[in-house]
Nanobody, 124 residues
Framework: VQLQASGGGLVQAGGSLRLSCAAS????????MGWFRQAPGKEREFVAA????????YYANSVKGRFTISRDNVQNTAYLQMNSLKPEDTAVYYC??????????????????WGQGTQVTVSS
């Protein structure tokens, strides 16, 4: 399975970005999908996750109400819509996929597959 993240960039505080994660090489509709991020000098942290059917979503408290995760099982793509961005959202964002994790385990960095990361920079 290969994951290709895109959509990162430089944006001013209060702005929006939409990240995409295109999957290939597997049955996308069987994967739970997640997004993690890592800022310089900090540990990788959970951002959001979505179940294989899109029926359940999970968010870190720091992004709840501002970010929305979604998926398109026809296009084999997951998305992270990021609104009201803050400088503290600056990080490399990684998309992830797994066929076994579910529920609260989706918040853990235990996914089988990871994308290469896309840089998000929010200026103040």
């Amino acid at each position: 399975v290969q994951l290709q993240a895109s959509g990162g960039g430089l944006v001013q505080a209060g702005g929006s970005l939409r990240l995409s994660c295109a999957a290939s090489g597997g049955t996308f509709s069987s994967f739970a999908m997640g997004w993690f991020r890592q800022a310089p000098g900090k540990e990788r942290e959970f951002v959001a996750a979505i179940s294989w059917d899109g029926g359940s979503t999970y968010y870190a408290n720091s992004v709840k109400g501002r970010f929305t995760i979604s998926r398109d099982n026809v296009q084999n793509t997951a998305y992270l819509q990021m609104n009201s961005l803050k400088p503290e959202d600056t990080a490399v964002y990684y998309c992830t996929a797994d066929t076994h994790l579910s529920g609260t385990y989706l918040r853990r960095p235990e996914y089988d597959y990871w994308g290469q990361g896309t840089q998000v920079t929010v200026s103040s």
